[in-house]
């Protein structure tokens, strides 16, 4: 399924191999995701429209935090908002 990437991830935590991987961590990751050229103008010319931007998506919802901050500093929008994020997450525990 489109989420088998998640239990991949659980895995390689159990497992050791990704030690220190955390939300935190995942967030960080986040700030580095790539955006299609275009994609910060679309949304926050929408988002001056009146248009509410959610996000719903199979990926990690802590990565996709991140979005916000940098389509505000990318199209030069600091009042853009996204309004809800839906995605997977992990919850931590030791």
């Known amino acids: 399924s489109e989420l088998s990437y998640m239990n991949t991830l659980l895995k ?3 497992s050791g191999a990704m030690r220190g991987l955390s939300n935190a961590k995942l967030a960080e990751l986040g700030e580095s995701i ?3 050229p275009g ?3 679309v949304l926050s010319t929408l988002f ?3 248009v509410e931007i959610y996000i719903v998506s199979s990926g990690i919802r802590t990565m ?3 979005l ?3 389509i505000q500093r990318f199209a030069q929008c600091p009042e853009f908002k996204i309004h809800g994020i839906y995605g997977g997450g992990f919850r ?3």
């Open 68 to 70: 916000e901050a940098r």
């Open 92 to 94: 931590e525990n030791d």
């Open 12 to 14: 390689y935590v159990k």
């Open 48 to 50: 001056n429209m009146g």
């Open 34 to 36: 790539e955006l299609y």
């Open 64 to 66: 996709l935090r991140g």
């Open 39 to 41: 994609v910060p103008y």
